[in-house]
């Protein structure tokens, strides 16, 4: 695929009435927590070696170059309501929020914390994985954090770049509570907020998290 000529589709609503409605009821009673939540963890990144030499495709954004597996499993659902929040695509949200690092260059060392909301399969935080940072990467899904973001960041970044990821599977109620530093320096999210329901939740986690020092920078669109 590549990135300055293909087509992404990034409408999580193709079928507008009832699918639409359903979802929007369902994340309303999840995030006002009128269904039980799962509990949050880490998910382990012991298989990460396995994925150096597997299938993928090539995502060129700009002057980056990335790889990825959405082919592999880009034809399954991206949202059931109360059970899977996407993250099987790539949306252009995160083309978007790629281009927008990558033309406002921010700084980082060593000690850079940075935490990617609603990864997916987390190419904005395999960036600044790449430029050094240590990187949160936040999903609901489990299979998400699995099955594309682990996979993404070893080819993009290698294995030993693991070592500075943290996979974190939670509600955004959860997610603060995951990431145990006393300073976060960049917030990033792409396509994430998608219902009106979520944005409380979104903002919500963002302040948790947020110092004033904190960067916070978000790609979407409107539904």
């Known amino acids: 695929m590549n990135g300055n ?4 589709k990034f409408n999580f609503f193709g079928n507008q009435g009832t699918q639409a409605q359903e ?16 509990n949050a963890f880490y998910v382990s990144t012991e298989s ?23 082919g592999a499993i ?23 929020l790629l281009r927008y690092l990558e033309e406002n260059p921010f700084p980082v060392n060593a000690s850079t914390v940075v935490v990617e909301l609603g990864c997916g399969h987390g190419l904005p ?16 899904n489990e299979d998400s954090l699995e099955k594309a973001t682990l996979p ?8 030993d770049a693991v070592n500075r990821a943290k ?20 917030i990033l999210a792409s396509d994430t907020i998608y219902t009106p329901a979520t944005i409380r939740a979104f903002i919500s986690v963002v302040n948790q998290i947020a110092t004033p020092e904190t960067m916070v920078v978000i790609a979407s669109q409107r539904h």
């Open 125 to 140: 935080g395999c960036y600044m994985l790449r430029k050094g940072a240590r990187v949160y990467f936040q999903d609901y």
């Open 167 to 186: 996979l974190i599977c939670a509600e955004w109620s959860q997610t603060a509570a995951m990431i145990p530093e006393p300073k976060v320096d960049l």
């Open 5 to 8: 000529s293909a087509s992404f």
């Open 48 to 70: 990460a070696p396995i994925f150096e030499d597997f299938p993928c495709f090539p995502l060129n954004v700009a002057n980056l170059s990335f790889i990825h597996y959405a």
């Open 152 to 159: 993404t960041i070893v080819v993009n970044c290698g294995v």
């Open 23 to 38: 979802s929007v009821s369902s994340d309303s009673k999840r995030l006002n927590g009128e269904e039980s939540k799962k």
């Open 74 to 96: 880009g034809g399954a659902t991206d949202i059931v309501p109360g059970q899977f929040e996407g993250g099987h695509r790539i949306w252009q949200g995160c083309i978007d």
